[in-house]
């Protein structure tokens, strides 16, 4: 149909081309997940050889992709909860926390870090997930978690059930990028991955994330987090009305605890702002990683902060619109998370080689 197709592939006019079903079913039975791998790496290895990956700056974010499932036909389940990558380092911190402010240890409980959750699972395709967010209708559906730099070639990707937190695959896709540039400088990511293990992460590799303002999580006519000034040198927090709110306890998700005085607080008159407690104690929380929270903060108020910021919205985001809009992956009619993911990582080695051949020739 396409002359130009049977001119890339070797084929003369004459030759009879290979039956849709024949290459459907070698995607789906024959090759295994490597041979997409390889493709994809072959292509971006080209680009970057004739010099048109520019990785000082890269951008990470997801998309959904709706799942060849109906989400009428489901079960409930007890599944295991995902431990953290960084679980034990965490645990590390905070028990040095907790003996420097004179506290014991906590215990090292393997139930601590384990336990189960009810989630909704497909009778369809059990590996895809439930998927909702926002205003967005409940579906199920995978998510793509992709690297771009600023010419938009792909540089790495994963894909998971639709019910896993982007900052949960930020490890991942984080550690193949910058292990194949070292030259990464910046990290670009929206407000879902502002966390403070991400910014650690970031910055304690002399990198920069560029993240977006976010909205203090308050209640509506409630004191602002930020009124609630933290003093390093008495390590206390001091309350919009002058109160001091001591230290109590680091707990086991890294939070350092302070908690006002219930005696002084009942009189208050600002008390209807600060709390609805029924015990008249407000309780304020600091991340032990809370400083790089605000590092993050000051390199999003930089120049090159914003400037890379900005180009979110023609990169990443870009490379989102046309996977949807020009190669079909709104949706997915594989079902299993392996053949999924080699369908998605087939498409992004397409979008490479096709943004390749343009600039090239």
């Known amino acids: ?157 994963e894909v998971t059930p639709g019910n896993v937190h982007d900052s949960t695959v930020f490890d991942t896709v984080y550690d193949k990028v910058v292990d194949s540039f070292p030259e990464v400088e910046t990290i670009a990511v929206d407000a879902g991955y502002k966390t403070p293990w991400i910014c650690k992460k970031i910055i304690d590799d002399n990198r920069n994330p560029s993240t977006p303002y976010k909205r203090p999580m308050s209640k509506k006519g409630f004191f602002h987090p930020y009124e609630y000034v933290y003093d390093e040198y008495y390590n206390c927090v001091i309350c919009p009305n002058n109160q001091v709110l001591p230290y109590t306890t680091t707990n086991k998700e890294g939070y350092r605890e302070f908690k006002s005085n219930p005696a002084i607080c009942k009189d208050c008159t600002d008390l209807n702002k600060c709390t609805n407690s029924k015990g008249f104690q407000k309780v304020v929380t600091k991340h032990i990683w809370e400083d790089y929270i605000d590092q993050a903060e000051d390199f999003r108020q930089s120049s090159a902060g914003k400037e890379s910021y900005s180009l979110r919205g023609q990169t990443i985001e870009r490379v989102f619109a046309d996977a949807k809009e020009k190669y079909a992956m709104r949706y997915t009619l594989f079902k299993g998370l392996t053949r999924v993911r080699n369908w998605v990582r087939l498409k992004f080695a397409a979008m490479n080689l096709k943004k390749l051949a343009m600039w090239a020739y």
């Open 1 to 157: 149909m396409n002359i130009a197709y049977r001119w890339f592939l070797g084929f003369d006019l004459t030759t009879q081309i290979p039956h849709f079903a024949t290459v459907s079913y070698a995607f789906a039975q024959r090759f295994p997940s490597e041979i997409f791998e390889s493709i994809f790496a072959w292509i971006l290895e080209e680009a970057v050889g004739m010099g048109y990956v520019d990785a000082r700056t890269i951008f990470i974010d997801a998309t959904h992709i709706k799942a060849n499932a109906n989400k009428k036909k489901n079960r409930k389940m007890l599944a295991q909860k995902t431990a953290r990558r960084y679980e034990q380092r965490l645990r590390e911190e905070i028990n040095q926390d907790r003996i420097e402010h004179g506290k014991k240890p906590l215990k090292n409980k393997d139930d601590d870090d384990k336990g189960e959750k009810q989630i909704t699972v497909s009778t369809t395709d059990p590996e895809c997930g439930l998927f909702h967010k926002g205003e967005h209708k409940v579906e199920f559906a995978y998510t793509a978690h992709v690297a771009c730099d600023k010419r938009n070639f792909i540089l790495g990707c």
